[in-house]
């Protein structure tokens, strides 16, 4: 009897985890078919294949018996599928021993703890697609296109994806440090992180006042395995309520599964339209069409940002071409290729890119991103950093720290009177403004005390809607 496994499609990068090595949140059970016969497509190379592999095996030989040191023959077993997959240069391609995909089975299946961001690999540099809502990642200030340069201390140069994410990692209450260098910066800058146990709800539903007008508002933070019911009961629940337009938010939306965001897509989007396409090697495309029998009888828009990444990107590409749907917001991450989990016989498996996903009109955004038909920026205070206050900041400085608290002043209403890196007397006087109504001693210099509740200010002010420049241009838009 032929032992099954289920053939798994990932659309997404990988959720920085603990319980295993990370949590994977794209994979859709699209077909079955046994490990076997897999194998057995592979079993029978032509001629010259056998040449080129008996050219590998000669290596093996020649390094297992030769070299001036012993080396492990699983060693360059593993080695060997490393090298063949590098030489790919597709960050979403990887190996992962007996070991490592056994902890990542065991992630899948347990509850997720970790910093609550999703990672990936960009041209050789670890970087985050985006921090979860409400994760401690976020709440530390970490922020989409980061790119990570050392865990504790130990750079992730030369790592894979895994090896990263490995040590990132770590039980619930422990702390991780985090080197990160950000766009903009000239300086990296050093985060810490407390893990902890990451939500799975990954649909949240608000009904909106906006100029008189009912938006139904609706924030998918994943496409998970239940997200597309979710979705479904708190659309039913809106639409009962009489709402006048609805606003999906898949900002910071990592991705996660394909018939996640196919089922959405199906509640949406009218028959005859495409919903996306996937491409195969050979270049056949694969056109996947609703079953809806009508459009929606209210107007309907997507928030997106540059966190907005793999199935996200399916959605917004998909309600714009095929639905006609505004988007509005930032152009998004930009990943356009589909993943399945092969099984080695041995428990290890390969992860490898097979297919392209499309969007309806045929368009692929891999690299690209899919570009808002609305183009919104945040205000300044979304850009800003945590300030790194090891020494405090104070008159007639100048530098990227002071400047980064300044856009914070600007942002929360305490005008320092400039935003160049100067620390002016006028800074002064805003910062002693601040301190004053915050409780603070009113030193006019930021130590760390006041750097930390200047970050938390920055915070709260960010969750209120009037600041939130997307959302409002969005409701806008719709209530027209």
Same mark, same amino acid.
């Given at each position: 009897?032929?032992?099954?496994?289920?053939?798994?499609?990932?659309?997404?990068?990988?959720?920085?985890? /603990?319980?295993?090595?990370?949590?994977?949140?794209?994979?859709? +059970?699209?077909?079955? $078919?046994?490990?076997?016969?897999?194998?057995?497509?592979?079993?029978?190379?032509?001629?010259?294949?056998?040449?080129?592999?008996?050219?590998?095996?000669?290596?093996?030989?020649?390094?297992?018996?030769?070299?001036?040191?012993?080396?492990? !023959?699983?060693?360059?077993? #593993?080695?060997?599928?490393?090298?063949?997959? /590098?030489?790919?240069?597709?960050?979403?391609?990887?190996?992962?021993?007996?070991?490592?995909?056994?902890?990542?089975?065991?992630?899948?299946?347990?509850?997720?703890?970790?910093?609550?961001?999703?990672?990936?690999?960009?041209?050789?540099?670890?970087?985050?697609?985006?921090?979860?809502?409400?994760?401690?990642?976020?709440?530390?200030?970490?922020?989409?296109?980061?790119?990570?340069?050392?865990?504790?201390?130990?750079?992730?140069?030369?790592?894979?994806?895994?090896?990263?994410?490995?040590?990132?990692?770590?039980?619930?209450?422990?702390?991780?440090?985090?080197?990160?260098?950000?766009?903009?910066?000239? #300086?990296?800058?050093?985060?810490?992180?407390?893990?902890?146990?990451?939500?799975?709800?990954?649909?949240?539903?608000?009904?909106?006042?906006?100029?008189?007008?009912?938006?139904?508002?609706?924030?998918?933070?994943?496409?998970?395995?239940?997200?597309?019911?979710?979705?479904?009961?708190?659309?039913?629940?809106?639409?009962?309520?009489?709402?006048?337009?609805?606003?999906?938010?898949?900002?910071?939306?990592?991705?996660?599964?394909?018939?996640?965001?196919?089922?959405?897509?199906?509640?949406?989007? *009218?028959?005859?339209?495409?919903?996306?396409?996937?491409?195969?090697?050979?270049?056949?495309?694969?056109?996947?069409?609703?079953?809806?029998?009508?459009?929606?009888?209210? *107007?309907?828009?997507?928030?997106?940002?540059?966190? $907005?990444?793999?199935?996200?990107?399916?959605?917004?590409? /998909?309600?714009?071409?095929?639905?006609?749907?505004?988007?509005?917001? !930032?152009?998004?991450?930009?990943?356009?290729?589909?993943?399945?989990?092969? *099984?080695?016989?041995?428990? /290890?498996?390969?992860?490898?890119?097979?297919?392209?996903?499309?969007?309806?009109?045929?368009?692929?955004?891999?690299?690209?991103?899919?570009?808002?038909?609305?183009?919104?920026?945040?205000?300044?205070?979304?850009?800003?950093?945590?300030?790194?206050?090891?020494?405090?900041?104070?008159?007639?400085?100048?530098?990227?720290?002071?400047?980064?608290?300044?856009?914070?002043?600007?942002?929360?209403?305490?005008?320092?009177?400039?935003?160049?890196?100067?620390?002016? +007397?006028?800074?002064?006087?805003?910062?002693?403004?601040?301190?004053?109504?915050?409780?603070?001693?009113?030193?006019?210099?930021?130590?760390?005390?006041?750097?930390?509740?200047? +970050? #938390?200010?920055?915070?709260?002010?960010?969750?209120?809607?009037?600041?939130?420049?997307?959302?409002?241009?969005?409701?806008?838009?719709?209530?027209?």
């Amino acid at each position: 009897m032929k032992q099954k496994w289920t053939a798994l499609l990932m659309v997404c990068s990988l959720a920085v985890g /603990s319980g295993g090595t990370y949590a994977a949140m794209g994979w859709s +059970e699209l077909w079955s $078919s046994s490990a076997e016969e897999v194998m057995q497509q592979q079993a029978k190379p032509a001629k010259s294949d056998e040449e080129r592999l008996d050219k590998v095996g000669q290596a093996y030989s020649l390094i297992l018996n030769s070299y001036v040191e012993k080396v492990g !023959e699983e060693q360059l077993v #593993e080695g060997a599928i490393q090298g063949m997959l /590098s030489t790919l240069k597709d960050p979403y391609s990887v190996y992962m021993n007996k070991e490592t995909a056994k902890q990542f089975s065991d992630t899948l299946e347990s509850t997720f703890e970790g910093i609550g961001a999703e990672v990936s690999k960009v041209d050789d540099k670890i970087v985050i697609v985006s921090p979860f809502k409400g994760s401690p990642a976020e709440k530390a200030g970490l922020k989409p296109n980061d790119q990570i340069l050392k865990v504790d201390g130990h750079s992730v140069a030369g790592l894979d994806l895994y090896e990263a994410t490995l040590k990132i990692r770590g039980e619930k209450g422990t702390m991780v440090k985090l080197e990160v260098a950000r766009k903009g910066l000239k #300086e990296p800058l050093e985060v810490s992180v407390k893990r902890d146990e990451i939500p799975q709800i990954t649909v949240y539903s608000d009904m909106k006042k906006h100029h008189g007008e009912k938006i139904g508002y609706v924030e998918v933070t994943s496409f998970s395995e239940n997200t597309a019911y979710e979705f479904k009961k708190e659309l039913a629940s809106l639409e009962k309520k009489g709402m006048d337009a609805l606003l999906i938010d898949v900002r910071g939306n990592p991705g996660g599964l394909l018939s996640s965001v196919g089922e959405i897509l199906k509640q949406l989007v *009218p028959e005859g339209k495409a919903l996306y396409q996937i491409e195969e090697r050979n270049g056949e495309k694969t056109r996947y069409a609703s079953p809806l029998k009508e459009a929606k009888n209210y *107007p309907l828009g997507v928030l997106v940002d540059k966190g $907005s990444a793999s199935a996200s990107e399916i959605l917004a590409g /998909s309600l714009k071409e095929a639905g006609g749907y505004p988007v509005i917001g !930032e152009k998004t991450f930009g990943k356009g290729t589909v993943q399945q989990a092969v *099984p080695m016989r041995d428990g /290890s498996n390969i992860k490898l890119t097979l297919f392209k996903w499309l969007t309806p009109d045929g368009n692929w955004i891999h690299k690209k991103g899919v570009k808002p038909t609305v183009a919104v920026k945040q205000p300044g205070l979304y850009r800003t950093h945590p300030i790194k206050a090891d020494v405090s900041l104070k008159q007639d400085m100048n530098n990227e720290q002071v400047k980064n608290a300044q856009e914070i002043l600007t942002g929360i209403g305490f005008a320092p009177g400039r935003t160049d890196g100067y620390f002016s +007397e006028q800074t002064e006087t805003a910062v002693k403004a601040y301190q004053k109504k915050n409780g603070i001693k009113a030193t006019g210099i930021i130590d760390e005390k006041t750097a930390a509740a200047l +970050e #938390e200010t920055a915070r709260k002010e960010m969750k209120k809607e009037e600041n939130d420049a997307q959302l409002q241009a969005a409701m806008t838009l719709l209530a027209k």
